[in-house]
Structures are given as structure tokens and as C-alpha cells.
Nanobody, 117 residues
């Protein structure tokens, strides 16, 4: 079974930047749709950004202009560059992939992002 390994979370002051990384174990990401989701405490998990196998990107309104999703198929890694971070960006960020279906069926364990003012 494919596992998604996330890294790059941490504690950052408002206005700062973080870059999250996601790499699936045991397979390439080429041909896969990949995405990032955020779950703040007491809320549902919401989509932040996604990128299709053909590099079509989607961003939540809250992420537009500040976050950039990208993929490096050679390194088998998907990135989420987050700039201009705000306290409301705080949450657990999950990487997801559409591997066996057209749904987000494979998830990472999550990485915590905390933005303080």
C-alpha cells in the first residue's frame, strides 16, 4: 500500500513562509492527481490546493496569491509553498493522492503548521 510522507510543517510568525513536501513511498507521482488539505481544530478538512497529473492547479480562495503547489516528478515530490502566512492558516496539513480511483483515496499522516501573530 502506498504511503504519503509529509514534511515541512512547523511554527512560524505571521508573514513568514513554509514549504511542505509530500513524497509517496514505493511509487512515482507521475500520472497522479495530488492535493493538500488543511484541518483546523474543531473543523472539517478542507482543500487548500491541488495539481492534476497534467499540471492543472486549483487553489482555495484563502490560498490564492499566497500559496503555490508544484510537483517534481523526477524527485517524486509534491510541494506546497506557503508565503504570507496568517494565523488562520494554522492547522494540520494533509497530503492526498488519487491512486486507485477518481477520489482522494490515499492520505498522509499530516504535518502541523502553526502561525502566531
Amino acid at each position: 500500500q502506498v504511503q504519503l510522507d509529509e514534511s515541512g510543517g512547523g511554527l512560524v510568525q505571521a508573514g513568514g513562509s513554509l514549504r511542505l513536501s509530500c513524497a509517496p513511498s514505493g511509487r512515482k507521482i507521475s500520472g497522479l492527481d495530488m492535493g493538500w488539505f488543511r484541518q483546523a481544530r474543531g473543523t472539517e478538512r478542507d482543500a487548500v490546493a491541488s495539481i492534476t497529473w497534467s499540471d492543472i492547479t486549483y487553489y482555495a480562495d484563502s490560498a490564492k496569491g499566497r500559496f503555490t503547489i508544484s510537483r517534481d516528478d523526477a524527485r517524486k515530490t509534491v510541494y506546497l509553498q506557503m508565503n504570507g502566512l496568517k494565523p488562520e492558516d494554522t492547522g494540520v496539513y494533509y497530503c492526498a493522492a488519487k491512486i486507485a480511483s477518481n477520489e482522494w483515496d490515499t492520505w498522509g499522516q499530516g504535518t502541523q503548521v502553526t502561525v502566531f501573530s
